[in-house]
């Protein structure tokens, strides 16, 4: 199938921004209070996985209510917003904010599509809200990644096919996501997180448009 880059759609955090560190100490901070291990290790299963996912990982079977389960949710969104009020500029990734410069100079489109229901927050407090021409969080579809959702809705607002899109993640379950959507993955990270993705960088400041560009056989 011949593709078409017209688009390049972005996962948020650990690709575009850092917030993975307060992600991890707000999980943390809950797990310590409910008295359950919960190290780095543990954290990286959270990648890309909607809260409520995440939240299940972290219990490790553990049974807990529905009204429990949901304040839980809340109390860890609760200390994450409180840190994401520390964010500037200076939390975005290195060379992430030049290669969507150098795309929307091509005419090439740009979205952002986390599951994250911050996901607004952190663009306005890395003051790149306006880089993007679509935005897509977790408030935007029901089913969150692994299923391809969030990016068929972005390349729906982008007005383009999903074909025609690269998909820029550091996530398994965002590969797998841009897959079953019939777009192009390109992992950020260690080839055992991103392995599916046929394409990989170790960090976003190595994307270039010649790369991406080659990359769909142009």
Known sequence: MRRKLKAVIFDLDGVITDTSEYHYQAWKRLANEEGITFNRADN?????????E????LLKGKQVSAGQFQEMMDRKNRYYVELLRQMTSENILSGA????????????KTAIASVSKNTRTVLQGTEIEDLFDVIADGHSVKNTKPAP?????AAKELEVKPEDCIVV?????GIDAALAGNMLP??????????????????TGDITLTKLLKIMNF
Do not use: H, M, T, W
């Open 44 to 52: 990286d299963k959270l990648r890309g996985v909607s809260r409520n």
């Open 54 to 57: 995440c939240l299940k990982i």
């Open 97 to 108: 904010k030049e290669i969507v410069l150098e795309l929307k100079k091509r005419g090439i």
């Open 149 to 153: 959702d969030i990016f068929l809705f």
């Open 169 to 173: 993640e550091d996530a398994e379950a």
């Open 186 to 203: 390109i992992g950020i990270g260690p080839e055992e997180r991103v392995g599916k993705a046929q394409y990989r960088f170790k960090k």
